[in-house]
């Protein structure tokens, strides 16, 4: 391939982002990656330590057993099955069946959330087990409650010992969000192939999306580093 | 004060625990010793319910922690399905038999049914609805139990991710008890007293096994509890530091603070225990008052075990 057909390829991705307005699809892709990412973070986080919770709490009682093994096929299906067909699912198949609609990204949003969650759980369970059983006894001890001392100084701990590994988990779910326009989002990925399709010039549309993942991904390692360091405050290092 | 009566627990196929009984008075200083393994600690532990026991009943106050024990209550064993047909059999043996009469349970058959521990299946309705009675008449919460019963363990156990002032308030504030301000109040009042108020916005990490120690026993002393269980408080530290704690213990017990101590201080028991209790495989061997029990042990267990360590 010659420069020249390069510097012509690159001129023609300029004309379409700028002239044509793909800009303005890039700004409202990356915003779409964003939201739903950070969202089903969050989603799937408080999913995650309430299953993790259930999952490591001494199993007394029915109620809890029903619990347990609701948290367990929950798990079972999120992780079993591809997250593309958990979306197609969800906005074709679950959505018209109880007759409500929502807009795709809201969709995109709690699928990813629910499937962030079953991750999550796992992660969040090993981070519960990480903490010194002393420290629930000592909690107990005085008087709390299992779900108190939970919420107060167990989980707290448990997610600093975590954090690296959530860090990986939004980093990750930034990039699965690529998948979401199965069901007709517009996100990062969706943009660029719409400049791309207007001229069908694919070649520097593609490499400019990846240029933008890759500085979105460190901007987020960045900011988790920097997290972490607050977090550090009660440690030795 | 504090009752235990009878326990026993298992782990798994183990039994750590072979039926021990306990009467603590309020005032007494109880110290408990004897080899690893002996189950002491366990014992302890099953007295604030961080292990349930097996079987047996923990009173406070009158007031039962533990599920009822049909064991402990023969008027509840003789409604049940197990005693009644053994009562059938042989009043069927007997001439003139008396079954169905409705008199004292028989102990005979009491005694053989908690030998055989019979009663682990169904027993009708009636023996469920007296053990259920007792229950109801007399169960108290765990958890009000245990914001009475204050526990030092012997790793600590400070709460990592809180400072040293927000490990002293978190429980009394979290339950109510006491207001943020009385708390920290209460809290800096006890932090003085063992010269470590400076630390109180230090994370536990930065503290000596010492420090840590004393902050343990000032945080369940911020509970205003009536009775202290002390789970082997100074085998964790550094022997410089063994002095600093155990004179604290020291002024509790002299100021009057009823507590259950399980030690390897013989020195410590035998000065501040108003009574010493010997356990060797699960069992309470020994009982005794410091001066004899140190100065003559009976039994032959605890004279070897006191010559090996004295």
Known sequence: ?237 | MISVRNIYKNFGGLEVLKGVSLEIEKGEKVAIIGPSGSGKSTFLRCMNLLEEPTYGEIWLDGRLLTPADPYLHPEVIAASKTYQDMMMKKGEALPDGNAGKESEPDSEIIRKIKKDDLLKKHEGKVYKERLKDIEQENRMDVNLARQRVGMVFQHFNLFNNLTVMQNLTLAPVTLKLQTEEEATEKASELLKRIGLYEKKDEYPSKLSGGQKQRIAIVRSLVMNPEALLFDEPTSALDPEMVGEVLELIRELAEEGMTMVIVTHEMGFAREVATRVLFMDDGLIKEENAPEEFFGKPQHPRLQEFLSKVL
């Open chain 1, 1 to 237: 391939m010659t420069v020249q057909s390069i510097i012509n390829k690159w001129n023609l991705f300029i004309d379409a982002f700028m002239n044509k307005g793909g800009y303005k699809e890039v700004v409202s892709g990356l915003v779409n990656t964003l939201i739903i990412a950070l969202v089903a973070l969050v989603l799937g986080i408080i999913i995650g330590t309430i299953i993790a919770a259930i999952e490591v709490s001494p199993k007394k009682g029915r109620f809890m057993r029903v619990l347990d093994r609701i948290c367990t096929v929950y798990v079972a299906f999120f992780r079993g099955t591809p997250i593309v067909v958990q979306l197609l699912l969800g906005y074709f198949v679950i959505l018209p069946l109880i007759g409500f609609s929502l807009s795709s990204v809201v969709v995109a949003i709690i699928i990813m959330g629910l499937n962030s969650g079953a991750y999550v759980s796992e992660i969040m369970r090993s981070g519960i087990l990480s903490v010194d059983i002393g420290q629930m006894e000592a909690g107990r001890a005085m008087g709390l409650n299992y779900g108190t001392t939970m919420r107060k100084i167990i989980i707290p701990q448990a997610v600093k010992n975590i954090l690296p590994t959530l860090g990986n988990e939004l980093i990750s779910l930034v990039k699965e969000t690529s998948v979401v326009s199965f069901i007709g989002v517009v996100d990062l990925y969706k943009a660029f192939r719409t400049i791309g399709s207007s001229n069908y010039e694919y070649m520097m549309p593609f490499l400019v999306m990846a240029v933008i993942y890759i500085v979105l991904i460190m901007i987020i390692t960045f900011a988790l580093k920097m997290m972490e360091r607050g977090l550090r405050a009660s440690d030795k290092r």
